[in-house]
């Protein structure tokens, strides 16, 4: 087992929910995310997000746009990335995902990329515009090296899709909590409880949702159903707004723990 | 003429796209899983509508009646003389309704959005042609349309952003990154992800995932069947080279797609070689891309070692772009299609030749041809054919081709 599934299995024998913070890897700077990292990891965090920013973000909404902008304005790439993981790996065990778009993976390549992730401590990759279908190298590599390839799942997937990713994931499964792209949202959608119980159907994976999760109150109440919370746009406006303000890890740190206090039910 | 308004016969020896959507190596279908179904959607309609008889009469009667085709093939007696080596024909896409080739592939796929139960239209465009073609088809067929179009490509193409807006489609600024193309199918594939239950995404190129590709070259490849049947009432014979400008991939593999499997004909795509071929300067993708997956399909990219897309020029706002065609980079890599590029002061030097040649102002796309053709055709034999594809006509250039070759004046 590596530490993603190691973390679900001891949440689920607790009966707790993950939270599953996104921030873009170097915005405002890598020594920065990395102090992020360590207090989302002291707030209760369980899994990290660690988004590769790149130059033509299709999924992402205008907050995760700008942070990838800022990021790449210092030539963020993904090898400063993996030393940076590498680096944190001395402070922590916090299973760590890379969520990518696939064209920055490419471009290392599949199998330099999963020896490489896994000698610096990354324990899965989520790629957004990957669909199953398209990677069957991909997960060659990435399960081969031992890590988490985890898909997702959207409002409009069918239930063949479903079953096809439900088989494809490891790790866990992304459920998208609505069409369109990341961004802060006043209210989930109805429909995700229904679908997330599909999901459930077909595989005994945690299932996380994700997208338009902002507050505190919606984590609660996804956290009732899911299996785990993804919370990233609006820890990524705060980290935009505050900037490289000396107090930002912690005050993101401090949002944090009202998210995961909200989703472990404290 | 075939008894398809728009499909044409698989060259036997190049049976792509195959069933995943791939040419070869290229191709296939890259995107977020809540386009997936959209995608797969798309596919079975496509297929149910070319199987159409009903929908395939419908198609013919618009193109005769309302767009304008056939499209002229027209020889140019004085470019040829000019040049001193084979007979040049133009293919006049230029004159077909809206200005350019585009509204093949437009009006082909309102029509296939409506017959799906699409309510709204969204397109992206680069110099304008896309979108004005999309928002003409969607004024003849009643679809409400939203293009998006990059703030630098609504300012050097101005006069079709107002076309757009008087045909009664709303024009969205795109702001984000190089604000051009590439940008706006970013912001295009945004929208469809949000709205994919009621919206119909009309690409403007052979790009993107599958089906996107196909669809757009079976609508496009109605050019090259109306060339062969002229040039064979013309000249009895069929050309020996064709020449087209490669931004997408659309004009190109229109005219080249019905002669693949005529072996002995010389087929040259010419990219936009912009200011020089440094990065960031150009969009001749084969000469400095490498393989890639950008905007949903596997193709040649134009990109740094990290996998960052590059920036791009050209001073023609239809080829400036990032990628290419997944076709375009099968036909290459087997060897059937041949690369060049031209850069903007040799465009800028065609669209003046054949203005005061020929009396036609051509799209600074098209021009990008022409200036390849001006270096071939003198080194051709007298009794060789040559057809370049005019694939739109220049009227929208003219403003941004006086601020290169008329310095100092003001407009």
Redesign the interface.
Known sequence: MNRIEQRFAGLREKGERAFIPFITAGDPTLELTGQIVLELAKAGADVIELGVP??????D?VVN?EAAQRA?LHNV???DILGLVKGLRNQTEIPIVLFTY???????GHYRLAEDAKASGVDGILC????P??AVEYCTAFQGQGLSTV????????ED?IAL?ARTSTGFVYY?SR???TGERETIESSVHGMVTRIQQHTKLPVAVGFGIARPDQAREVAAYADGVVVGSALVRMIGELGAAPDMPARVGAFAKTLADAIKGR | MSAYAFSSETPSKHPYPDARGRYGAFGGKFVPETLMPALEELDVAYAAAKADEEFQETLRRYQTTYVGRPTPLFFAERFTHHLGGAKVYFKREDLAHTGAHKINNALGQVLLAKRMGKKRIIAETGAGQHGVATATACALLGLECDVYMGSEDIERQKLNVIRMRLLGSKVVPVTSGSKTLKDAINEALRDWVTNVGHTHYVLGTVHGPHPFPLICRDFQSIIGRETRQQILEQEGRLPNTLIACVGGGSNSIGLFYDFIRDESIRMIGVEAGGRSLDPGEHAARFAGGSPGMLQGAMSYVLQDPNGQILGTHSVSAGLDYASVGPEHAYFRSVGRIEYTHAGDDEALEAFQAVSRLEGIIPALESAHALAHAMKIVPEMNKDDLVVVNMSGRGDKDVQQAARFLLPGETF
Not at chain 1, 54 to 59: C, G, I, K, Q
Not at chain 1, 102 to 108: E, I, Q
Not at chain 1, 151 to 158: D, E, H, K, M, R
């Open positions: 790149f130059s033509d973000p299709v999924a909404g746009q790449l790439t993904l090898r696939y064209n920055p993976v490419l471009a290392y957004v515009d990957l669909p279908e398209e898909f997702l799942l959207a409002p409009t997937s069918t899709r990713i998208v069409t369109g792209v």
